[in-house]
């Protein structure tokens, strides 16, 4: 878990999932795009499957993203 210092705005990495991302107003997606927040805490895909992205939508879940996860 890994935590930001500035005032007002903090991440948290969930182990195997998304990144919670709380008091942010926008988030900016790999491409650049910024992507309004109005909910006080959202969840960030980091495994590049979510049907939602930038959002994490639960699929992280049922997909292996480690290589030992995959059979
Ligand atoms: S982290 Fe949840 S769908 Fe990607």
Same mark, same amino acid.
């Given at each position: 878990?890994? @935590?930001? +210092?500035? &005032? #007002?705005?903090?991440?948290?990495?969930? &182990?195997? #999932?998304?990144?919670?991302?709380?008091? *942010?107003?926008?988030? =900016?997606? *790999?491409? #650049?795009?910024?992507?309004? /927040? /109005?909910?006080?805490?959202? *969840?960030?895909? +980091?495994? #590049?499957?979510?049907? @939602? *992205? &930038?959002?994490?939508?639960? +699929?992280?879940?049922?997909? &292996? /993203? @480690?290589?030992?996860? =995959? @059979?």
């Amino acid at each position: 878990m890994s @935590r930001s +210092t500035r &005032p #007002g705005v903090s991440v948290e990495l969930c &182990p195997d #999932g998304p990144l919670l991302v709380r008091g *942010a107003d926008v988030v =900016r997606d *790999a491409d #650049g795009i910024e992507h309004a /927040t /109005t909910r006080p805490v959202v *969840a960030v895909c +980091t495994c #590049g499957m979510s049907g @939602r *992205a &930038p959002w994490c939508d639960g +699929t992280h879940k049922v997909v &292996p /993203t @480690r290589p030992e996860q =995959r @059979r």
